[in-house]
């Protein structure tokens, strides 16, 4: 027999706070004046077996003002590299309610952000605004229709507190849910202040959560290692395929999951541009577009180190054994976003020129400043207008090569048009549409604009007529879109 389950539907276990206690701090979240309801997932609350009725009646659990039935609320324990310099983290304004058991027997987090000071807390308040909090609402479940994973957002409530960052902004919390928590940096932390039987109880309870098929393989730890690095591979292909910058991709910023986590300065590219770098903190670029593969490179390779102790007992063998593994990432990242990249171009099967085909037409798309989104949809819909790339000669002799590329395959040109539409969204959450959205919830309390972008971001793929004026492009500026952290 099952639990009896409340009305809610909250269905909690902790399985996290059954790690070693250097992993977490139990604290509750810190209760807020006023809660109010902005917004509420109520597909994602379905599918997570929640009632979303029942939610609304009860919303001091998203303000950390009620603790749900079953919840052992807690901070968890993690370090990273921030652009490269390595410190200890955690949370610092984020509590762990606890794990959701949906009625198919999946396990969620539930975390709240912004929900108070904890002994990770530093400098910091513990809280976050309201206008970066819709802002991860927006980007993430746009992300989610986009089919990239990610980490959810299920609800967002304002704490009729103010928070204190440049100016005085409405205070809020975000409810965050995801695969897991569990980040490069909590394997660091881990390596680093933890002992080995530790590191061997998180790697563990690391598989046992993500990828029980390799529990009864031979070097299990090998396993993990080449798992989370086959999982970002998949990953940093789907962001690039749709050009996506994450912004601060810090050690402790990248899930063992394999989900997008922790939305800061994110934001899509318009002009394809591989320098293209949005967040104002990152002076040098180090997490520019077209650096973000290398990066993540580099974010597995601190993983890997981690893992050392216990991917064999000889240090020297251990380090051969991780580098074989790091050495393939690369490859594997190519290999996918080569896939990607072809079925965006209507093709079916396999030609050693194909990559030279899409490195030209990238090529052409930079020197002719075209918008990357934009460019996919007018190759999709033979919409050859309002761009200065189609005029080019290079891009006429350009055409002529796919069209011959196409023909080469035998498909129906039905076929290759219902392809492209799959896999060229209609829209992205474009900065000066999601800004427009913000301004008008936060300055003037009207989420109408946000819902509408929302709805249009649902479904993608749907190339429906209201998705039509999402595609324009944001009139030109002497600056560029800035995004900020401190959020
Ligand atoms: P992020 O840049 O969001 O990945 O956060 C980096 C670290 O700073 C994490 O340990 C966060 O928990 C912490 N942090 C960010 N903002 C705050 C805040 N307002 N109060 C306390 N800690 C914070
Ligand atoms: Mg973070």
């Known amino acids: 027999m099952g639990k009896v389950l409340n009305k809610t539907g909250w269905n909690l276990d902790n399985s996290y706070s059954r790690l070693p206690n250097v992993f977490y701090t139990q604290l509750n979240p810190t209760p807020v004046i006023s809660p109010n309801l902005i917004i509420l997932n109520e597909m994602l609350a379905k599918s997570l077996g929640l009632n979303s009725k029942a939610l609304r009646s009860k919303i001091g659990i998203f303000a950390g003002s009620d603790i749900p039935d079953g919840s052992l609320p807690l901070a968890q324990a993690y370090a990273g590299h921030q652009f490269g310099h390595f410190t200890m983290l955690g949370d610092g304004r984020a509590i762990l309610l606890g794990e959701q058991i949906t009625p198919q027997g999946t396990r969620y987090d539930i975390q709240l952000k912004g929900s108070g000071r904890t002994p990770y807390s530093r400098g910091g308040d513990g809280r976050a605004a309201l206008g970066p909090m819709l802002r991860e609402y927006i980007i993430s479940e746009a992300m989610h229709a986009l089919g990239i994973p990610t980490t959810r957002s299920l609800a967002v409530v304002t704490t009729g507190e103010v928070v204190i960052r440049e100016t005085d902004l409405p205070g809020a919390i975000l409810t965050r849910v995801a695969s897991s928590h569990i980040r490069v940096g909590t394997f660091q932390y881990a390596s680093v202040w933890g002992t080995t039987e530790e590191l061997k109880a998180l790697a563990d309870y690391t598989i046992h959560r993500h990828f029980p098929e390799i529990d009864q393989v031979e070097n299990r730890y090998l396993s993990l290692l080449r798992e989370v690095i086959k999982r970002q591979a998949s990953l940093i292909a789907k962001w690039q395929l749709v050009g996506f910058i994450h912004g601060v991709m810090n050690t402790d910023n990248m899930a063992i999951s394999g989900e997008t986590i922790d939305y800061g300065p994110c934001a899509f590219m318009d002009t394809y541009d591989l320098a293209t770098v949005f967040?104002?903190?990152?002076?040098?670029?180090?997490?520019?577009?077209?650096?973000?593969?290398?990066?993540?490179?580099?974010?597995?390779?601190?993983?890997?180190?981690?893992?050392?102790?216990?991917?064999?007992?000889?240090?020297?063998?251990?380090?051969?054994?991780?580098?074989?593994?790091?050495?393939?990432?690369?490859?594997?990242?190519?290999?996918?976003?080569?896939?990607?990249?072809?079925?965006?171009?209507?093709?079916?099967?396999?030609?050693?020129?194909?990559?030279?085909?899409?490195?030209?037409?990238?090529?052409?798309?930079?020197?002719?400043?075209?918008?990357?989104?934009?460019?996919?949809?007018?190759?999709?819909?033979?919409?050859?207008?309002?761009?200065?790339?189609?005029?080019?000669?290079?891009?006429?002799?350009?055409?002529?090569?796919?069209?011959?590329?196409?023909k080469r395959q035998k498909k129906s040109t039905e076929a290759v048009k219902k392809l492209m539409r799959e896999r060229n969204p209609a829209l992205i959450p474009r900065n000066h549409r999601v800004e427009e959205a913000l301004e008008a919830a936060v300055e003037r309390g009207d989420y109408r604009v946000m819902e509408k972008l929302l709805h249009a971001l649902s479904n993608p793929y749907a190339h429906s007529a209201e998705q039509a004026e999402y595609a324009t492009l944001p009139p030109p500026s002497a600056c560029q879109y800035k995004t900020y952290c401190g959020t």
């Not at 890997?304 to 594997?332: G, K």
């Not at 090529?363 to 400043?369: H, I």
């Not at 918008?371 to 790339?389: C, E, G, H, P, V």
């Open 279 to 406: 967040s104002s903190i990152d002076r040098h670029g180090r997490y520019a577009y077209g650096n973000q593969p290398s990066i993540a490179g580099w974010n597995l390779a601190r993983f890997a180190e981690t893992l050392l102790p216990l991917l064999h007992e000889n240090a020297e063998r251990a380090v051969n054994l991780a580098q074989d593994e790091i050495s393939r990432f690369m490859d594997l990242y190519k290999k996918n976003w080569l896939a990607g990249m072809r079925a965006k171009l209507g093709l079916f099967n396999e030609e050693k020129e194909d990559e030279s085909l899409m490195d030209e037409l990238l090529t052409l798309m930079e020197k002719n400043r075209a918008d990357y989104t934009n460019t996919f949809l007018a190759l999709t819909f033979d919409r050859y207008k309002n761009m200065d790339l189609f005029v080019t000669k290079e891009y006429a002799e350009w055409q002529l090569r796919w069209q011959a590329r196409l």
